[in-house]
């Protein structure tokens, strides 16, 4: 099979063009500006390319737009714009209106540059991976130009924060979702999504949403349709001052998840509706609009809804009248949890942020009533240059503890209403989480006179040790029954034999491992190409089988193996797409196509080989539990250190280490007369 073949159009293709088509805009357009130009074009190749999508006229097929001479395209582009939205008025109703090509884009030449940029993409059904390939590569270009301009990143929620809302409401076939600050649409898409990979159809889920800035309202009804998503109902409108009616009452919501701007100002008499707000007002004109945006989620909620809400850590502990607002909405049962997240998430602030998880008027199942669950999830992020990240291994561990609804220490707690009045309703998630690192015991005053190292400290983590086949005797030597010394060769180089030490148990850990995936061959190779891979419940028993086969072994535990197997399924979820549409040949193409990085070196199957394929993804699962092992032995040896940096010196060897000095500086200053 030919090494250089191209399969259809992926995700990553797609989205590597549209940054190229930036550029072609850079410096005479804001980098927010460049989706009013690029989108529409996107709109215009796809809506010609693929047949019975929308309706189009001629004067809006793109063979007709090219066909221009380069001084006329702008009356041309806008001429077939203002004609397909004509043709398609429930799809595109008003979303061109603002969309000038003569204004926008500085000269017919960049113009020219960007119709023949487009004019080679073919982006019908036939041509592209999946039909949702434009909207993903249109929200990542989305996301990576709310990273480098703050007016876009003001309306962009990242992309995990959206999933891990919709994990945590668990949205379901048939019901209505609703975003009261729609932004770019990433909070409706992933309640689509979630739908989609539980075995749902997304289609009858019932999408609502509002966004006062029009230009993030314009990101994010594109943003939607490019992503196959026609059933949904998003205005541009304030949701504060302007809700939702049906049968003019406040229309209610199964599920809603919403992360509104952060501390804003909000006047009271332009708020419609004010009995929305009936546990009470907050400071106007003081920035503090945020308990406004979760009364209006409370006030939409059907009895039976959940809802969730991003805001500013200030909401759980300010004072006055957020204080009561707090103390009545948690009496009235309407909280199920707060859940802190770390701080630079966000593109347009570097501040932490908590998420509120809400009840409609029936209150919190009965399991749970009377409670609160706190969990502070601040170190929950992987750390990055301009901005942290919350990953699939994070999101994983946050709705696992949610809905196991359990204490776990330094993690999560259930906190009975009964104490949180204690603390005046002060929802503050560090007094009932304490996630300070592990405190070291304190010095043992005996072993740092006398020497030796306790062994009530050791066999806090020994078990850690023999895990990885280090018993005690490997490191330290008798010295009474409740302390051991160093041995002799010093604790930096027993430190330096760990790795060694642990060898085989780490060999053992990786090959069963790997010996685990080739088990699960049969369970690719059974929904290969049947478009069931999603509903089959795949991920589960691959979850279920990976911890009962490794964690018996004692390295790592069940949160570090279902993370990593998270983080590896999120990775690959466009070669797994492949698989569950076009089989093992899907993947091999996709790979020809876009040569991922994680494959490294390795050479790609020249033929769609099932062993092949699954080998290939099976190396990358297995490095990632071999990083994750090294880096669990190297904490050991980290561990020890800190050992030997406490008790390697005691008070007594320092006093002979002073007695011997002492006693050659006397004898030195006898031999030069000078005593």
Request: hydrophobic content about 40%.
């Amino acid at each position: 099979m030919n090494e250089n073949r191209v399969g259809p159009l992926a995700t990553e293709q797609l989205e590597k063009r549209l940054f190229q088509a930036a550029d072609i805009l850079r410096g005479d357009l804001r980098a927010s500006e460049y989706s009013e130009v690029i989108a529409p074009l996107l709109i215009l190749k796809r809506a010609s390319d693929q047949p019975g999508l929308l309706t189009v006229p001629d004067l809006a097929r793109w063979s007709h737009v090219v066909a221009h001479h380069p001084r006329e395209l702008g009356d041309a582009l806008n001429r077939a714009l203002w004609a397909l939205e004509k043709s398609n008025p429930r799809e595109l109703n008003g979303l061109f209106d603002h969309v000038d090509f003569n204004r926008r884009v500085p000269g017919p030449s960049a113009l020219q540059r960007l119709i023949c940029h487009f004019d080679p993409l073919r982006l019908s059904d036939d041509h592209i991976e999946f039909g949702d390939v434009l909207g993903r590569a249109y929200d990542g270009f989305l996301s990576a130009v709310s990273m480098t301009d703050r007016r876009s990143g003001e309306f962009y929620t990242p992309r995990a924060v959206c999933r891990l809302l919709a994990e945590l409401v668990r949205p379901q076939e048939g019901q209505s979702v609703y975003d009261p600050c729609a932004g770019s649409g990433g909070m409706l898409l992933q309640a689509a999504h979630y739908v989609e990979q539980h075995d749902g159809n997304e289609a009858d889920l019932a999408l609502y949403g509002q966004e006062k800035n029009r230009a993030a309202w314009f990101n994010g009804a594109l943003n939607l349709f490019l992503h196959g998503i026609r059933d949904t109902s998003v205005s541009v409108s304030d949701c504060l001052a302007d809700p939702l009616l049906e049968d003019g009452r406040i229309k209610q919501f199964d599920r809603v998840l919403t992360a509104p701007p952060f501390s804003m100002n909000y006047v009271r008499h332009e708020v419609g509706y004010p009995e929305r707000m009936m546990y009470g007002w907050t400071p106007e004109g003081g920035k503090k609009a945020d308990l406004m945006f979760v009364q209006h989620v409370l006030a939409v909620l059907r009895p039976d809804g959940v809802g969730t809400v991003v805001a500013p850590h200030g909401v759980l502990f300010r004072g006055s009248a957020e204080a009561d607002i707090r103390r009545r909405l948690i009496e009235d049962g309407r909280l199920e949890a707060v859940i802190g997240i770390g701080p630079n998430v966000f593109h347009n602030t570097a501040l932490p942020a908590c998420i509120l998880v809400l009840r409609g008027t029936q209150g919190l199942p009965a399991d749970r009533r009377g409670s609160v669950l706190f969990i502070n999830a601040e170190h929950e992020i992987a750390s990055g240059r301009a901005q942290n990240r919350l990953e699939p291994q994070h999101v994983e561990r946050i709705v696992e503890s949610f809905q196991g609804w359990k204490d776990i220490p330094g993690f999560a707690s259930v906190v009975s209403l009964d104490d949180i009045a204690a603390n005046d309703f002060n929802l503050n998630i560090r007094r009932y989480v304490d996630t300070d690192p592990f405190e070291e015991p304190m010095l043992d005053v005996r072993a740092a006179l006398t020497g030796g190292v306790p062994k009530r400290e050791i066999d806090l983590t020994s078990q850690r040790f023999r895990a990885f086949g280090i018993d005690l005797d490997d490191l330290f030597q008798p010295s009474g029954p409740h302390y051991v010394d160093f041995l002799e060769e010093g604790y930096e180089a027993t430190a330096a034999r760990i790795p060694e030490l642990a060898a085989d148990l780490e060999r053992r850990f990786i090959f069963r491992s790997r010996d685990w995936w080739q088990q699960q061959y049969y369970l690719f190779a059974d929904v290969a190409g049947t478009d069931r891979l999603f509903t089959s419940g795949l991920r589960s028993q691959l979850r279920s089988s990976f911890c009962a086969n490794l964690m018996p072994l004692g390295i790592l535990g069940e949160h570090q193996l279902t993370g990593l197997l998270a983080s590896w399924w999120s990775d690959h979820e466009d070669d797994l797409k492949s698989l569950n549409h076009r089989g093992f040949t899907g993947v091999v193409d996709r790979w020809h196509s876009t040569r991922p990085s994680w494959l490294g070196t390795s050479r790609i199957p020249s033929e769609p080989d099932t062993a092949r394929v699954l080998d290939a993804l099976g190396d990358d699962l297995c490095s990632r539990v071999r990083q994750l092992v090294v880096m669990e032995r190297q904490s050991l040896v980290e561990t020890y250190l800190s050992w030997g940096d406490r008790y390697a010196t005691s008070l007594a060897d320092l006093e002979r280490r002073y007695e011997t000095a002492a006693a050659r500086l006397k004898a030195r200053m006898a031999a030069l007369g000078h005593i």
